[in-house]
């Protein structure tokens, strides 16, 4: 932390050393003040954007790396004065070595919150693990982890009616994906950028992501001065070769102009995005329910239903082994 | 050149000895199949986007820059077979040490190959000189250099009646100003980035990009082959530090995915600009010719002669020595 402290200067609202500068904002802050300014942009981001209605139910997806368990434990500062009701969710996706210890660290800081916590294994619930649809399908591991997370995720809000999912999405990731989103003309993932997805179908939890507008040099900070203890960040699939070529490019250009992830993922919701969501709407295949699990899907059988049906079919044949 | 040779491969075309690889299509060429490779693809480009039609006539902006002087050139190659009448025109701006050096360059290349040479000093025909310009102005010089350079030789070109305006601008420019205006999500700047913009008002050129899909690391190369001799890169006024940190970054993925710059930039033409355009155009305010100059304007003045006769003022005031 030493190197975000300034020497001279003193917290905007109290006067003693300042712990860190919020440099957009060229606005120095003590160690409590900035969590409670941290606290109050998430939620000033969760009012804006109307993700959450009081006596609402919602359910926090939580892997235990830092955005995650930073959302975890401001949602449940937020929870009583916001009038929401909380709780957690883990999936154990049966990855050797990485899902155990996710697995136990959100389960920790859920009861240190005192936060119920749920723990789904979609080994028991699909009958598969990760691994084993790695090797049933050619797809990228994140693009297949993500199919089967937000599946899952939905599917188990869905059966416990809760209102809406959150996750730990941060503001340099919107950016990130915002970005190479635009280098691909990837349309129809642009549209889906925004802090709140609307439930594809009655019945659906909608999709919430609270540290929308927080960045993550804020989130390590809070999770430093809360004491969170996080896994490191890094999945042992992910291959992160072109979206840190990304990240390091837009992490210079907000070292030399602070605010600027800020002012593009602004602007792309104010003016790119509502452009091209007019542009596309008459191409959309409305959604309707899969025939085989009833989830939102644009044909007959739901892409995760697809991928369970041809890991099913090889584990049957002792092919995944 | 060295490091573009490849030492064991052969031309694709006659199997001699490769001069460089045309990455993005794993291409070997020999330094007589390259020229006629890239003189294509530049024709190419002209036929796919109609840039000029038989019969007309075109007037091309070379500043003596390696971009300007190849795209006089290859116009020079195409204006038979594709049947234009070719003339080129140089701005002097009055920027002590560089446009005199820009106008000669441009002139003997111009000689070299034949092709009627206009020289346009904008202090003889507006009064002001760039420099002037700058001091009466607080634009970014970039953009007050936009302005006048577009504004003059749109003027110029309308009153010698030519039909199409040729600039340089390449494919990196291209993907560079694109990814700009995403990241500033500059809407009105986004809808303007073809390679083909239609007159404002009856009677002015269209303005062409024959060079949007070619990379300056093949325009260096033409020129180096053509022994063209243009000026360095980079005017006395240029401030580059942003658009470096653009260029650098997509320099690194191209090189990384030979290719994805003609993609970004073809998929921008193809999906992103048409939404665009179509939400834009309902507020778009219409042209209308500027009650001083007759040139098209979104206002009742222009923004060129309101820059005109603000500097005319600070000239006759003695305020600008």
């Given at each position: 932390?030493?190197?975000?402290?300034?020497?001279?200067?003193?917290?905007?609202?109290?006067?003693?050393?300042?712990?860190?500068?919020?440099?957009?904002?060229?606005?120095?802050?003590?160690?409590?003040?900035?969590?409670?300014?941290?606290?109050?942009?998430?939620?000033?981001?969760?009012?804006?954007?109307?993700?959450?209605?009081?006596?609402?139910?919602?359910?926090?997806?939580?892997?235990?790396?830092?955005?995650?368990?930073?959302?975890?434990a401001v949602l449940a500062e937020l929870s009583e004065p916001m009038g929401f009701q909380l709780e957690a969710i883990t999936l154990d996706l049966?990855?050797?070595?990485?899902s155990a210890s996710s697995v136990e660290t959100a389960a920790e800081a859920a009861r240190a919150l005192g936060v119920e916590h749920h723990v789904i294994s979609i080994k028991d619930r699909y009958g598969f693990t990760l691994p084993e649809a790695l090797k049933a399908d050619r797809r990228p591991a994140c693009s297949l982890c993500g199919l089967i997370k937000r599946y899952t995720l939905a599917d188990v809000a869905?059966?416990?009616?809760?209102?809406?999912?959150?996750?730990?999405?941060?503001?340099?990731?919107?950016?990130?994906?915002?970005?190479?989103?635009?280098?691909?003309?990837?349309i129809s993932e642009l549209v889906r950028l925004?802090?709140?997805?609307?439930?594809?179908?009655?019945?659906?939890?909608?999709?919430?992501?609270?540290?929308?507008?927080?960045?993550?040099?804020?989130?390590?900070?809070?999770?430093?001065?809360?004491?969170?203890?996080?896994?490191?960040?890094?999945?042992?699939?992910?291959?992160?070769?072109?979206?840190?070529?990304?990240?390091?490019f837009l992490d210079q250009v907000e070292h030399e102009s602070p605010g600027m992830k800020h002012a593009m993922v602004r602007g792309y919701l104010k003016r790119i995005r509502p452009a091209l969501e007019a542009h596309l709407r008459p191409e959309l295949p409305p959604l309707r329910p899969c025939s085989r699990c009833g989830m939102p899907s644009s044909g007959d059988v739901c892409a995760f239903c697809r991928l369970r049906e041809k890991v099913a079919r090889l584990l049957g044949r002792g092919e995944l082994s």
């Amino acid at each position: 932390m030493r190197s975000r402290r300034k020497r001279k200067r003193r917290c905007r609202f109290c006067g003693r050393e300042a712990w860190l500068v919020v440099r957009q904002a060229n606005l120095p802050l003590c160690r409590e003040h900035f969590a409670s300014w941290f606290e109050r942009r998430v939620e000033r981001t969760m009012r804006r954007y109307k993700m959450v209605r009081p006596g609402e139910r919602v359910l926090v997806a939580v892997s235990g790396g830092k955005d995650s368990l930073v959302l975890l434990a401001v949602l449940a500062e937020l929870s009583e004065p916001m009038g929401f009701q909380l709780e957690a969710i883990t999936l154990d996706l049966g990855i050797e070595g990485y899902s155990a210890s996710s697995v136990e660290t959100a389960a920790e800081a859920a009861r240190a919150l005192g936060v119920e916590h749920h723990v789904i294994s979609i080994k028991d619930r699909y009958g598969f693990t990760l691994p084993e649809a790695l090797k049933a399908d050619r797809r990228p591991a994140c693009s297949l982890c993500g199919l089967i997370k937000r599946y899952t995720l939905a599917d188990v809000a869905r059966e416990m009616g809760f209102d809406a999912l959150a996750t730990g999405h941060t503001l340099d990731d919107m950016a990130r994906f915002i970005l190479s989103s635009y280098m691909t003309a990837a349309i129809s993932e642009l549209v889906r950028l925004t802090p709140v997805v609307p439930p594809g179908l009655p019945g659906l939890p909608r999709l919430v992501k609270p540290l929308y507008e927080s960045l993550e040099e804020h989130i390590r900070a809070y999770a430093e001065l809360r004491g969170l203890k996080y896994m490191p960040d890094g999945c042992p699939y992910a291959s992160t070769a072109p979206s840190d070529r990304l990240r390091i490019f837009l992490d210079q250009v907000e070292h030399e102009s602070p605010g600027m992830k800020h002012a593009m993922v602004r602007g792309y919701l104010k003016r790119i995005r509502p452009a091209l969501e007019a542009h596309l709407r008459p191409e959309l295949p409305p959604l309707r329910p899969c025939s085989r699990c009833g989830m939102p899907s644009s044909g007959d059988v739901c892409a995760f239903c697809r991928l369970r049906e041809k890991v099913a079919r090889l584990l049957g044949r002792g092919e995944l082994s």
